[in-house]
């Protein structure tokens, strides 16, 4: 996924105007700051690995060209009338390809979330933990990151499947913790785990108690085919699961300390 900068297109289009209105007899040094822009706009289209590799970044290249002559070769004389009329050619043929090009591209606009922000869920989702970030482990960290595209892109029920490894892997974070760093049980079902940490030294009731609901009313639900979550599920879930790990976390760093 690219994120596509759309002040960068309208700076580009408008460059573009300086070719459509170029004419024979001007004397590119009266008009350097324009060009200067123009060529940079015309560096990033044959850069941008948006449009399909052909006529676009072909004619670029030569418009590109064509503007560092006037910046060098050409700067202090007046654009002879064939150049004048080989560069607006070139640019009518590029244009016509770009409508044809930027049409076909799939560029969407994806609204909020909520209270959550696009930018929030798709590039910085664990934020939510706040100070505590840092002791999340790498693999509940990627959960949590695809639970915030899941969102962003309107998938909820896939939201509550990651959603759930989140907090499984979570969970088998804490028990190593508690366990210091004993084997894991030889299944990984989220149930024996909550069962064997039990038996452990330190052992939160009212966590242990909030994570046995978690499995109960959505992990084992979450499951089966058959159960489809809403946005507004998803986002519900969401707080219970930030929840628990936020509560994890604080019992991790108060164990660590």
């Known amino acids: 996924m690219n994120r596509v900068n759309l002040y960068d297109t309208y700076l580009m289009g408008k460059a573009f105007r300086l070719l459509e209105q170029i004419?024979?007899?001007?004397?590119?040094?009266?008009?350097?700051?324009?060009?200067?822009v123009l060529q940079s706009s015309l560096r990033h289209l044959t850069n941008n690995t948006l449009l399909s590799p052909g006529k676009a970044h072909e004619y670029a290249t030569i418009l590109h060209s064509a503007v560092s002559y006037m910046l060098t070769e050409w700067l202090n004389e007046p654009l002879r009338e064939e150049r004048a009329i080989i560069i607006k050619s070139v640019f009518e043929m590029l244009e016509a390809i770009l409508s044809s090009e930027f049409a076909k591209l799939h560029t969407y606009y994806i609204p909020s979330v909520g209270i959550f922000s696009t930018d929030a869920l798709l590039n910085q989702p664990e934020k939510m933990f706040f100070e505590s970030t840092n002791l999340i482990p790498d693999e509940t960290l990627i959960e949590i990151r695809e639970v915030g595209k899941c969102l962003a892109f309107s998938s909820p029920t896939a939201a509550g499947f990651?959603?759930?490894?989140?907090?499984?892997?979570?969970?088998?974070?804490?028990?190593?913790?508690?366990?210091?760093?004993?084997?894991?049980?030889?299944?990984?079902?989220?149930?024996?785990?909550?069962?064997?940490?039990?038996?452990?030294?330190?052992?939160?009731?009212e966590l242990h108690a909030a994570l046995k609901q978690i499995k109960t009313l959505y992990r084992d639900p979450i499951a089966h085919l058959e159960v489809v979550l809403t946005g507004p599920e998803a986002i519900s879930l969401l707080g219970v699961v930030q929840r628990a790990i936020s509560r994890t976390l604080t019992l991790i760093k108060s164990t660590a300390s």
């Open 162 to 205: 990651h959603l759930m490894r989140a907090v499984e892997s979570m969970l088998r974070h804490y028990y190593e913790v508690l366990s210091k760093g004993a084997s894991r049980p030889a299944r990984g079902a989220m149930g024996i785990y909550l069962d064997t940490i039990l038996r452990l030294p330190g052992i939160d009731n």
């Open 23 to 36: 004419q024979a007899g001007v004397v590119p040094a009266t008009i350097v700051s324009d060009l200067m």
